[in-house]
Every structure is written in C-alpha cells, then in structure tokens.
C-alpha cells in the first residue's frame, strides 16, 4: 500500500491516507530531510525498506540522515566471507548487515554520514545528489578538493575516497545511498575489510579497495553536525523547502507500522549469509600433532550459506579416510559457521565417547577450518 507524502506533521500526515491527493499536492513543498534517532544499522536500514515500499513519492523527494555504531555493511550480492574479517568482527562485536542494494563493502561507525536520497523513479539521478553534498561541502569550506566521480565516488584531493555510492530502483520509486566520511576510525575500516579467509572462489560482486581519509583531518572543524546541517541547508534551497531536520526513531510502529519486523529479517542468518551467492572453498592447511606435521585439504561447496559439498583430506594414519568421510558428510547441510559445525560434529562424536584422541584432532581440525 502506498502512502501519500507530507512534510507537515512529518510521517504523521504521511501516513494519514484521508488527506485529499490533489489539494494536497498543491500545499505540501516538493523535499522533506528525516534524521534517524537511532545508531543501529539493522533499524536504519529498515527506515530505508519501510519509505521505499510505503510512501508514493511521485513528484516529491525526502534525504534521510543517519548513522551507525561501529558495523560492515555488504552488498545484495556479496560473499561477506570474501569481503571482511569476520572472526576479528565477532571479537570485537562489530554488527554486519546486508543491504539491499548493490555494489562494495563500507566500514559505519559514528564518524561516518549515510544519505539516502528517495525520489520518484523517473527522477534518480545520483549525480544530482553527488553535487549537491558538493554544493554543501563547498559552502563549509570552499578550499576542499573534492570532485564525483563516474562511479560516482567523491574523491577528495584527487584520491582519497570520501564517499561510496549504491542504490536501488524499484518499480515507481528508487533510492541512492552513500557515504561521507567525516572522522571514522581508519585503522577499524581497513583491517575489518581485509579477509584472512583463502581459497574462496565466488561469483560475488567484488569491493573496490581505495585510499581513504576523513574529511576532518582536512579541517578540524567539519564535525558530522556541521556537515549534516549544511546539506540539509543545501538540500532545502534546491528542493525549495523548510531548512528542518524531523527526527525519527525508527522502532516507532505508530508512525511505521510493521518496521520491527523489517528490522528483525534484516539481522537473520538466513539474510545475512543465507544470501550469499553460492561458492566454494578450496584450501590446505597444517597443522602439528605430536612432533608431526600434517598437511590437511579441505574442499567445501556452499549454496545459500550452507554446506551442501564437502571433503576433508587428512593422512591416513593421522585420521583414517573412513572417519574423515563420516565426519565431512555429517557436516553437508549445515550453516557455513563455526558454532554449527562444532555442534554438529559434537553430536557426531558422541558415537565414540571413549576415543579421546579422535575427539581431539578433530576439534583441531574444526578450530583451523
Ligand atoms: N564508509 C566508507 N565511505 C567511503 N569509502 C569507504 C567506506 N568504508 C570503506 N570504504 C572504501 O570503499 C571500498 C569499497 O568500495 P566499493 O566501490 O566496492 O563499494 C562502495 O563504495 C559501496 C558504497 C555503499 C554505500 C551505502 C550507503 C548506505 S549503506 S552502504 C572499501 O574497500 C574501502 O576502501
């Protein structure tokens, strides 16, 4: 069901389907800027989905600011294993997320700006967009070197990326998405977005790695709420509307009814990694045993985040072919994850309790895989 848009009252008039379409039109101005009240990425993203699939936009336009804790957010069709370090995230319990548009792999945190520019579909156009956070930037501080570029980054003195871009069309409406790197915590971005994984051989959208830098190390004095505020100014005299930021908590069922749930599928297995376009892994490692060093190879097929082939190669002596193979077929179908292997390969150890060695060198091998 779509929504008629509004600015006054914000989302509470935009959700009030009895206001007359046509009066209405003529009295509402044409570009309304919503902030998120809220730093989790699974509920921005679901603000993002919610206005997309709810609000007819036709001959009117919204920029939604907001930000995240520390979290990696990938593409529709990336192989978040080939893209970052997941162990290193879990440590450090650093949130992924999987977006529904295209496109690379970004590092959030507080320090760096999201912008969504929601239009009618007939009137995306990300190059707008792009030059009018330079419009913005300009204003602010007029000795910044910063130009779009035709895969629509924003590079700032010529190399270093200060933004991404990605976007999703839908059938009447569409937005773009991007980035602006304000003081974002540099060393977290790039060791987060560097897989130690090897052998991995997918059809996922590749990242494109660049130089980075923050626009603060620039000029100390562009916070995040100087740079929000002055694309907000800049948005409204393009869009010739009120210079207001509405906020808006994105848990509000009232003002967005079902968004809780958008949330709740956006964090799920079966989203995050259940997506991933099949894969395979195909990798060797060692490991010491006893003074004895023992090269082990692993060939796994992975299809919709689950193990659906799988081959352990031990020496024989170490690990007997026959075990090796009840051990590797016991772990076709289960999710690509360490916690579920374990527990799988746990119950199916169960059926030699006594033999501690083997319990052992599998556990080793699970902890290496
Ligand atoms: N936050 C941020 N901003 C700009 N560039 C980044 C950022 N994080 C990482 N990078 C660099 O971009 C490449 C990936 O570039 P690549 O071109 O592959 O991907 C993108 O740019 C995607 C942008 C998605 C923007 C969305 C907007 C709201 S939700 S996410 C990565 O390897 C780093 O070098």
């Not at 910063?146 to 069309?169: C, E, H, M, N, P």
């Amino acid at each position: 069901m779509l929504i008629p848009f509004s600015v006054k009252n914000c989302f509470q008039l935009l959700c009030n389907s009895k206001v007359p379409a046509a009066g209405f039109k003529n009295t509402v101005k044409s570009g309304l800027i919503l902030q998120s009240t809220s730093n989790d990425v699974y509920q921005n993203l679901a603000i993002e989905d919610w206005i997309h699939d709810h609000i007819n936009l036709e001959g009117k336009t919204i920029l939604f600011f907001w930000r995240n804790s520390p979290s990696v957010v990938i593409g529709r069709h990336q192989n978040p294993w080939q893209e970052c370090n997941l162990n290193l995230m879990r440590e450090k319990g650093i949130k992924l997320a999987r977006r529904r548009s295209g496109g690379g792999t970004v590092y959030h945190d507080m320090g760096n700006i999201n912008l969504t520019f929601f239009t009618a579909k007939n009137k995306y156009d990300r190059m707008q967009n792009l030059k009018l956070i330079l419009r913005a930037l300009n204003a602010v501080q007029p000795q910044l070197d910063v130009q779009a570029t035709k895969r629509f980054d924003l590079l700032l003195d010529g190399r270093f990326k200060i933004s991404g871009t990605a976007s999703k069309i839908g059938r009447t409406s569409a937005y773009h998405h991007c980035t602006l790197l304000c003081s974002t915590d540099e060393t977290s971005l790039s060791c987060l977005l560097r897989s130690p994984y090897q052998g991995i051989k997918s059809n996922a959208t590749a990242s494109i790695p660049s130089l980075v830098k923050n626009l603060v190390e620039k000029d100390p004095t562009l916070t995040c709420e100087v740079l929000i505020n002055a694309i907000a100014a800049e948005y409204a005299a393009y869009h010739q509307t009120d210079n207001h930021i509405n906020l808006i908590n994105p848990t509000d069922e009232t003002l967005f009814p079902g968004i809780n749930s958008k949330a709740k599928e956006l964090q799920t297995w079966e989203w995050i990694y259940g997506k991933t376009p099949k894969f395979s892994v195909n990798t060797y490692f060692n490991v010491l045993y006893e003074q004895l060093d023992l090269e082990i190879k692993v060939f796994i097929d992975i299809k919709n985040g689950r193990i659906e082939i799988c081959n352990i190669e031990a020496p024989d002596h170490w690990l007997p072919l026959q075990i090796c193979e009840r051990l590797s077929s016991g772990l076709i179908g289960s999710k690509f994850c360490p916690t579920e292997a374990t527990m799988l390969t746990n119950i199916l150890l169960r059926t030699c309790p006594q033999d501690y060695e083997l319990h052992s060198k599998w556990n080793m091998l699970c902890e290496k895989i």
